[in-house]
C-alpha cells in the first residue's frame, strides 16, 4: 500500500477506533448511540476492507496507526506504546534494569565506564571508573561500529545470566578478564543528598519511581543525622513519574491527616489522599525549588507544600501537567494509557494547564512563554481573581496550570553564550574530562583521596583552562574572547564538577555546581534569614 493511501484509511480507522474507545461510557452514551450498532459498524468496514480494497494491507500496523491517531485526539498525555516499546517506557518508572550495573560511554571508538553503579555486579568484581571493555563474549567491542545500542543489546539481559567481559586497565600490563552475573540495577531517582550548610540539608530528585519513596526516606535519615533542620527540595526539571512516591514524599513534609492530592474525572471516582503520621520531615522550615521543567508528581509535592503554608517554593511557574494516566492492556499485549482524571491541590487548584489549542500548541506554550518574558520577568504573567486561592496563613496562591512560586527567580542566560553552548554541543567537555583523567586520574586520587578534599582544594588552573579552549578549537568550535569571559566562570566550574562525577559520583557534580547556582544560593540565604522566611510564609511566630 503507498503511504497516502495507508495514512489516509489509517485516519478512517481513527474514526472508527475513536468510537469504539468512547461508546461504551462517553460520546455514545451521552448521546444516545448504540454501542453495539457502532461495533458492528466498524467491523463490517474492516470486513470489507479486507475482502475488496484494491492492494494488499497490513491489518495490525492500520489498527495500530489508528489507535494512535485517535489518541491524538483526545489530550496531550494519552498514549499508546507498543509490545516492543513496553520495556523501555516502563523502566524510568520501575527505577531498575537488569544489566552489568555500570555507567559508560563511547569513547574513542571505545567503551569506557564512567562509574561502576554501588553494590552491582560489575562494583562487586571490582571493575573500576577508567576501565575499558574491549570485548564482549570474546569479540571485539571497539571500533566505529559501537554504538550505546550495540552495548546494551550486549550487556543488559536477564537477572542471572552471565556475560564475559574483557577490560583494558591503564595500570595493568594484561588485559582483564571477568564474568559477569547480571543482576537487577536500580536507576536512581535521588541524584545528590548532601549537607548545603551547617544544619541545611539538599536533596535533588530527578523522578518519581518504583524506588523514590525509599531512596528519599533513606537521604533524610542520612541528613538527619548529619544535623539537617532545615531542608532544600529540588525538583527542578524533574518531569515526574508515578503519583504514589509523590504522596509518600509529601507524607514526609505534611502533619497526619492533612490531604495532599485529590483526584476527579468525569467517569471515574474522586479519590483523596492524606498525610499520615508517619512523615520524617514534618517540621523545620524549607524551601522546595521548580521551574518551567518541574511537572506532574513534581506538581503535586509543591502544590501540597505550597497550599498547607509548610514551605516556601522558589523559581518559576511549573510545567503544568495534572492529568491521571491509567494503564489499559490490549489483547496483543501493547498498552494504552489513557487519561481519566485530573489533579487537584488541596486548596482545589487544577494543576493541569489548558490544552483546548491542540497538541501542538500545548507543548509550544513553553517558548512562548519565553518569548513573553515570562522566564526572565514575574510580572509578565498575571491570573483573573477567579484563579486566586487562599491558603491556611491567608496567602494567595494561583491555579490555571502549574505552580506559581512564591519567589521569583529569573532565568539566567547570561553566562550561557553561544561560545560555551557550542562546546557543550560539540561534546568539548566530557571529552576533554575523559582526556584529562585518562592521564591524571591516579595521581588526582593520591592527592584528593576523599572528594571533601577535592572540592575544597582542587582549582581549574590557568593552564587547564588554556587547554580546554584549545581543544575545543580543535573540536571546531571557535575561541570568543569576549564570550569567553563571560562564561569562564561557569566554565570553570563545569569542568570540575565533570571531573569530580567521574571521580566520585553524581552527587559530586552537584554539590560543586551548585556553587554558581544564583537559585541554590537564594534558597540558602532565605532559610538562613529566619524572619524573612516567616515573612513569605505568613507565619507570624513558630508554632
Known amino acids: 500500500m503507498n503511504l497516502k493511501m495507508r495514512e489516509k484509511t489509517s485516519k478512517i480507522?481513527?474514526?472508527f477506533v475513536f468510537f469504539i474507545l468512547l461508546a461504551p461510557q462517553g460520546i455514545m452514551a451521552?448521546?444516545?448511540y448504540d454501542a453495539n450498532e457502532t461495533f458492528k459498524k466498524l467491523l463490517a468496514a474492516m470486513q470489507y476492507i479486507r475482502m475488496y480494497y484494491v492492494d494488499s494491507i497490513d491489518e495490525p500496523e492500520l489498527v495500530e496507526n489508528a489507535i494512535i491517531e485517535t489518541l491524538k485526539e483526545l489530550d496531550p498525555h494519552s498514549t499508546y506504546i507498543s509490545r516492543e516499546d513496553l520495556q523501555k517506557a516502563n523502566e524510568p518508572i520501575e527505577g531498575s534494569f537488569e544489566g552489568i550495573g555500570v555507567t559508560f560511554q563511547i569513547y574513542k571508538d571505545t567503551i569506557l565506564v564512567i562509574a561502576p553503579v554501588p553494590g552491582g555486579p560489575s562494583d562487586k568484581l571490582g571493575i573500576m571508573a577508567g576501565d575499558k571493555i574491549v570485548k564482549i563474549e570474546g569479540k571485539d567491542a571497539t571500533g566505529e561500529d559501537i554504538t550505546n545500542q550495540y552495548v546494551m543489546d550486549r550487556l543488559r539481559g536477564k537477572k542471572g545470566t552471565e556475560v564475559d567481559v574483557t577490560i583494558y586497565?591503564?595500570?595493568?600490563?594484561?588485559?582483564l578478564d571477568y564474568t559477569i552475573v547480571?543482576?537487577?540495577?536500580p536507576l536512581n531517582s535521588v541524584d545528590a543528598s548532601f549537607m548545603a550548610?551547617?544544619?541545611i540539608g539538599y536533596i535533588k530528585l530527578n523522578r518519581f519511581s518504583k524506588s523514590t519513596g525509599d531512596e528519599i526516606r533513606e537521604s533524610i535519615l542520612d541528613l538527619k543525622e548529619k544535623g539537617m533542620e532545615k531542608l532544600i527540595f529540588d525538583l527542578r526539571g524533574n518531569p515526574g513519574g508515578l503519583m504514589y512516591p509523590a504522596v509518600e514524599i509529601s507524607d514526609h513534609f505534611l502533619e497526619d491527616n492533612r490531604l495532599i492530592v485529590y483526584t476527579q474525572g468525569l467517569r471515574s471516582y474522586p479519590r483523596e489522599f492524606f498525610a499520615t503520621e508517619e512523615g520524617l520531615f514534618e517540621q523545620g522550615d524549607m524551601v522546595v525549588m521548580i521551574n518551567e521543567g518541574s511537572a506532574s508528581a513534581s506538581e503535586i509535592v509543591s502544590g501540597a507544600v505550597q497550599d498547607w503554608d509548610r514551605g516556601i517554593i522558589l523559581g518559576r511557574r511549573s510545567f503544568g501537567k495534572g492529568l491521571v494516566q491509567?494503564?489499559?492492556?490490549?489483547?496483543?499485549s501493547s498498552f494504552m494509557r489513557l487519561t481519566t482524571a485530573k489533579y487537584y491541590t488541596p486548596t482545589g487548584r487544577c494543576i493541569q494547564r489548558p490544552y483546548d489549542e491542540g497538541k501542538e500548541e500545548y507543548y509550544m506554550e513553553l517558548i512562548k512563554r519565553l518569548e513573553h518574558g515570562e522566564l526572565v520577568h514575574a510580572d509578565s504573567i498575571s491570573f483573573p481573581d477567579s484563579l486566586k486561592y487562599y491558603t491556611p496563613n491567608n496567602r494567595t496562591v494561583y491555579g490555571g496550570g502549574g505552580i506559581?512560586?512564591?519567589i521569583f527567580t529569573p532565568w539566567d542566560s547570561t553566562r550561557v553564550t553561544d561560545y560555551f553552548s557550542d562546546l557543550v554541543r560539540k561534546g568539548a567537555f566530557n571529552e576533554f574530562i575523559l582526556?584529562?583523567?585518562?592521564?591524571?586520574?591516579?595521581s588526582i586520587l593520591r592527592k584528593y583521596p576523599e572528594f571533601a578534599d577535592f572540592k575544597e582544594d582542587f582549582r581549574i588552573t590557568d593552564k587547564i583552562l588554556k587547554n580546554f579552549t584549545d581543544f575545543g578549537s580543535e573540536r571546531d568550535v571557535e575561541y570568543n574572547e569576549e564570550e569567553f569571559g563571560d562564561s569562564e566562570e561557569l566554565i570553570r566550574y563545569r569542568l570540575k564538577a565533570m571531573m569530580a562525577r567521574n571521580l566520585w559520583d553524581v552527587s559530586s557534580f552537584f554539590e560543586i555546581i551548585v556553587g554558581i547556582d544564583e537559585e541554590y544560593q537564594k534558597a540558602l540565604q532565605i532559610l538562613q534569614d529566619e524572619e524573612t522566611y516567616n515573612k513569605i510564609i505568613g507565619m507570624k511566630e513558630k508554632p
Not at 182 to 185: A, G
Not at 326 to 332: A, I, N, T, V, Y
Not at 435 to 442: E, H, I, V
Open 13 to 15: 480507522l481513527a474514526v
Open 169 to 175: 586497565r591503564p595500570s595493568r600490563k594484561k588485559l
Open 182 to 185: 547480571r543482576d537487577k540495577i
Open 404 to 406: 506559581m512560586p512564591d
Open 197 to 199: 550548610a551547617p544544619g
Open 30 to 32: 451521552q448521546k444516545n
Open 326 to 332: 491509567q494503564p489499559f492492556r490490549l489483547p496483543d
Open 435 to 442: 582526556n584529562y583523567l585518562d592521564k591524571n586520574r591516579s
